[in-house]
Nanobody
Framework: QVQFVESGGGLVQPGGSLRLSCTVSEGIYTIYTMGWYRQAPGKQRELVASITVIGNTNYAEAVKGRFTIFRDNTKSTVYLQMNSLEPEDTAVYYC????????WGQGTQVTVSS
């Protein structure tokens, strides 16, 4: 069973940057579209960025121009580079197969605060 392990979160000031990593336990080449999701307190989980196995990307409007998703299939890892962070980006971030949702990992907490 495919498992996702997210890491790289933390506390950062507004305007700061973080890079999140998502390690896929197996079969990353079989996952056509990987996505990064986030869930803020009291809100539904939302898809913020996705990338296909051939590198096509898509972003939610709220993060366009600030976040970049990329994947290294040889390392079974998907990354989310987050720049110009805002307090509204505070959430638990998760990764998953966009097309065929698997079990959720533990996520990684991102807190943007001064």
């Amino acid at each position: 069973q495919v498992q996702f392990v997210e890491s790289g979160g933390g506390l950062v000031q507004p305007g700061g940057s973080l890079r999140l990593s998502c390690t896929v336990s197996e079969g990353i080449y079989t996952i056509y579209t990987m996505g990064w999701y986030r869930q803020a307190p009291g809100k539904q989980r939302e898809l913020v960025a996705s990338i296909t196995v051939i590198g096509n990307t898509n972003y939610a409007e709220a993060v366009k121009g600030r976040f970049t998703i990329f994947r290294d299939n040889t390392k079974s890892t998907v990354y989310l580079q987050m720049n110009s962070l805002e307090p509204e980006d505070t959430a638990v971030y998760y990764c998953n197969d966009v097309t065929n949702r698997r079990s959720w990992g533990q996520g990684t907490q991102v807190t943007v605060s001064s």
